[in-house]
Nanobody, 125 residues
Framework: QVQLVESGGGLVQSGGSLRLSCAAS????????MAWFRQAPGKEREFVAA????????YYGNPVKGRFTISRDNAKNTVFLQMNSLKPEDTAVYYC??????????????????WGQGTQTTVST
């Protein structure tokens, strides 16, 4: 079993920055892909970014390209999401997810086997 715990969310003004962290624990942790999704009230869960655990690849959703950066620290089993130039429309609960099955459909939340509990990020005007 894998446990994912997010942290780092909070309240920030428009244009500000936040850094989210996702720490993994449990069984020997060797996912194929780690990702961040977000969900705003009344909306579907939306892909934000993903990173291969043992490779150089990163993927970003169009709304966050150029503003958010995903990274990882394999030694600490932790993935990060640096969020810059935040906008009110970035307000959502942000979830960390792990894929162990080598999905090729990284945009689809159904492809991920493990999820964190989420961390709220609120961007004020």
């Amino acid at each position: 079993q894998v446990q994912l715990v997010e942290s780092g969310g909070g309240l920030v003004q428009s244009g500000g920055s936040l850094r989210l962290s996702c720490a993994a624990s449990g069984r020997t942790f060797n996912p194929y892909l780690m990702a961040w999704f977000r969900q705003a009230p009344g909306k579907e869960r939306e892909f934000v970014a993903a990173i291969t655990w043992n490779g150089p690849y990163t993927y970003y959703g169009n709304p966050v390209k150029g503003r958010f950066t995903i990274s990882r620290d394999n030694a600490k089993n932790t993935v990060f999401l640096q969020m810059n130039s935040l906008k009110p429309e970035d307000t959502a609960v942000y979830y960390c997810a792990a894929d162990l099955q080598r999905t090729t459909v990284y945009l689809d939340p159904r492809e991920y086997e493990y999820w964190g509990q989420g961390t709220q990020t609120t961007v004020s005007t």
